[in-house]
């Protein structure tokens, strides 16, 4: 349950800009596994990165 609220503002993100967020599953720690079933990259998104990490570099 402490992933849910970082779940839905993610799920909401992806709806928001034009995606078709779906969970799909759970890892081996009970992680929800996301998917973004739009044939492309939503417009909103295309120029986006959400790897915290990568753009911290």
């Avoid at 417009?43 to 753009?55: E, H, M």
Wanted: charged residues 30%.
């Amino acid at each position: 349950m402490a992933q849910a609220k970082p779940l839905l503002e993610t799920l909401a993100v992806m709806e928001s800009t034009g995606g078709e967020p779906d969970v799909i599953g759970e890892d081996a720690d009970g992680r929800a596994i996301c998917c973004d079933h739009a044939p492309q990259s939503p417009g909103a998104r295309r120029n986006r990165c959400s790897d915290r990490a990568l753009v911290r570099g």
